[in-house]
């Protein structure tokens, strides 16, 4: 596709389920970044990855979430055990490399009931 | 680490006024400095970016920042803005030696441009 692909867009789920988030980058993009925009918040970063590692994943709030990107190409946000607190848009992006432009995706809006 | 602020939450300005949207930063490193908009319900889009050399960088849609390093200040402006424009501005701000990989943002600005 032309632009960072992510599904749901919306996504509604109860207290204490699993849920996954996924993003399809731009074909050829390398570098792969998640973050995590709160109501009345800027973005803040969660995870990223170049080629398949995750190569800094500092962001990550606690180890129930958890981000893989097994070929290189689409990744999985996955969090387990949600809590309303989760309730956020998630963002993806991706860039050629890390030193070129990342374009970012229009988020799945997560809401934990 | 990096942060910004972004002290004005919203700004209200008449179409084609001139605006300036504020934006501190704070590091102990060299950084890269970034715009990005956001219009309703479209993901984010990077309208300018300082990396390094001239200190005035211009984007798009008629947009400019000038990088100032001793009020660590990157103050987005345009000479007139149009309806179209109304949009979520974010400051950001990334550690040089890591290029895009990992973005501090603002808590970003809201523009209204009233008719």
């Known amino acids: 596709g032309a632009g960072v692909s992510q599904t749901p867009s919306n996504k509604v789920t109860e207290k204490g389920k699993y849920v996954e988030l996924r993003c399809d980058p731009i074909?050829?993009?390398?570098?792969l970044y998640w973050y995590r925009q709160s109501l009345g918040q800027g973005p803040e970063f969660l995870i990223y990855?170049?080629?398949?590692?995750?190569?800094?994943d500092s962001g990550l709030p606690n180890d129930r979430f958890f981000a893989v990107r097994p070929e290189g190409s689409v990744s999985t946000l996955k969090i387990q055990r949600t809590e309303r607190g989760d309730s956020a848009v998630y963002l993806c992006?991706?860039?050629?490399?890390?030193?070129?432009?990342?374009?970012f995706g229009q988020g799945t809006r997560l809401t934990v009931v | 680490a990096q942060s910004v602020t972004q002290l004005d939450s919203q700004v209200p300005v008449f179409e084609e006024a001139p605006v300036e949207l504020r934006c501190n930063y704070s590091?102990?490193?060299?950084?890269?400095l970034f715009w990005y908009v956001q219009y309703p319900n479209q993901g984010l889009q990077l309208l300018l970016k300082?990396?390094?050399?001239?200190?005035l960088v211009k984007g798009i849609n008629g947009f400019e920042a000038e990088f100032n390093k001793s009020q660590t200040s990157f103050h987005l402006r345009k000479p007139s803005v149009h309806i179209s424009d109304t949009a979520e501005y974010f400051c950001?701000?990334?550690?040089?030696?890591?290029?895009?990989?990992?973005?501090?943002f603002g808590t970003g600005t809201k523009l209204q441009v009233i008719p």
């Open positions: 074909s050829g993009h390398t570098a």
């Open positions: 950001a701000v990334s550690d040089a030696s890591g290029g895009y990989q990992k973005v501090t």
């Open positions: 300082y990396l390094s050399g001239s200190t």
């Open positions: 992006a991706s860039s050629r490399s890390i030193d070129t432009e990342a374009f």
């Open positions: 990855f170049q080629g398949t590692g995750a190569a800094d």
């Open positions: 590091s102990s490193v060299s950084v890269y």
